[in-house]
Nanobody
Framework: QVQLVESGGGSVQAGGSLRLSCAAS????????MGWFRQTPGKEREFVAASSWRSGRTYYPDSVKGRFTISGDYAKKMVYLQMNSLKQEDTAVYYCAFRASVMNWARRVDEYNYWGQGTQVTVSS
């Protein structure tokens, strides 16, 4: 079992920055991916970023590439999402996710094994 707890959400004006944190606990093992997703009411959960523990590599969709950065302090089992140049369309509940595999990049919700409870990010004009 792996438990994930997000923090760092809040309200910010367009163009501003926020840093989300995700604390993992439990049996993570030594080979896994961490991901961030976001969701707005009535829409499917959207992939935002992923990081592989073993390689340290990262992966982003075009919608956030160059603005969002995923990083981790894996010794502390912490993962972060630095979000810069925020836009109103970035407003969503952001979720941290854990995948017990490093095979390929996981971008679908069903590829992840555990989820946090989510943290709200609101970007105003």
């Amino acid at each position: 079992q792996v438990q994930l707890v997000e923090s760092g959400g809040g309200s910010v004006q367009a163009g501003g920055s926020l840093r989300l944190s995700c604390a993992a606990s439990g049996r993570t093992g030594n080979s896994y991916q961490m991901g961030w997703f976001r969701q707005t009411p009535g829409k499917e959960r959207e992939f935002v970023a992923a990081s592989s523990w073993r390689s340290g590599r990262t992966y982003y969709p075009d919608s956030v590439k160059g603005r969002f950065t995923i990083s981790g302090d894996y010794a502390k089992k912490m993962v972060y999402l630095q979000m810069n140049s925020l836009k109103q369309e970035d407003t969503a509940v952001y979720y941290c996710a854990f995948r017990a595999s490093v095979m390929n990049w996981a971008r679908r919700v069903d590829e992840y094994n555990y989820w946090g409870q989510g943290t709200q990010v609101t970007v105003s004009s």
